[in-house]
T-cell receptor, first 112, second 114 residues
Framework: SQKIEQNSEALNIQEGKTATLTCNYT??????LQWYRQDPGRGPVFLLL?????KEKRKERLKVTFDTTLKQSLFHITASQPADSATYLC???????????FGTGTRLQVTL | DVKVTQSSRYLVKRTGEKVFLECVQD?????MFWYRQDPGLGLRLIYF???????EKGDIPEGYSVSREKKERFSLILESASTNQTSMYLC?????????????FGPGTRLTVT
């Protein structure tokens, strides 16, 4: 079965810097990969989707890359702010698109 | 805005009790999902439903059942609660499969079984 690895250790960065989070997967490459944000005590909120044939996707301060050779997606937040502090989850979608497989998430802490 | 509501934010039940968790959505979405979230294990799919009265097992269905009698409502049932079912339960919905396959989550129910 598909396994997804996200760094379980929290990422601490200073305000204004670029945060980079990693999502690695095993086995077959998914058709799509999503990123979600989750705040404490709340459900995840969808941020971005990237397709397997796309190298990069941007949305405001967010940038996602997808490297099917490395089996890896990187999630970047530029000019990070304390309000960006949250847990970020990646999710893989297979060709059937019926089910998502989620990573365990990485907690980001942005300090002043 | 899509609204997904769950019947309780916090719930404490005793071992052996029958537990009902209810999820209601107001966006006429076909697909509905139940997940549990545990530290270090992430979100794991319990059951999902792509239509009324239809259900499919997810990755960890043991000890759970579901019911979908109306399109907007999807219930998760713990027939006989056990302590290893203490967890955060999250409901999610999604419209008919099309890009970006965005899932909308409810606020979650933190269930403690003592």
């Amino acid at each position: 079965s598909q396994k997804i690895e996200q760094n379980s250790e929290a990422l601490n960065i200073q305000e204004g810097k670029t945060a980079t989070l990693t999502c690695n997967y095993t086995n077959y490459s998914p058709a799509y990969l999503q990123w979600y944000r989750q705040d404490p005590g709340r459900g995840p909120v969808f941020l971005l989707l990237i397709r397997e044939n796309e190298k990069e996707k941007r949305k405001e301060r967010l940038k996602v890359t997808f490297d099917t050779t490395l089996k890896q997606s990187l999630f970047h937040i530029t000019a990070s702010q304390p309000a960006d502090s949250a847990t970020y989850l990646c999710a893989l979608i297979t060709g059937t698109a019926s089910k998502l497989t989620f990573g365990t998430g990485t907690r980001l802490q942005v300090t002043l | 805005d899509v609204k997904v509501t769950q019947s309780s934010r916090y719930l404490v039940k005793r071992t052996g009790e029958k537990v009902f968790l209810e999820c209601v959505q107001d966006m006429d979405h076909e697909n509905m999902f139940w997940y549990r979230q545990d530290p270090g294990l992430g979100l794991r799919l319990i059951y999902f439903s792509y239509d009324v009265k239809m259900k499919e097992k997810g990755d960890i269905p043991e000890g759970y059942s579901v019911s979908r009698e109306k399109k907007e409502r999807f219930s998760l049932i713990l027939e006989s609660a056990s302590t290893n079912q203490t967890s955060m339960y999250l409901c999610a919905t999604r419209t008919f499969d099309r890009i970006p396959y965005e899932q909308y989550f409810g606020p979650g129910t933190r269930l403690t079984v003592t």
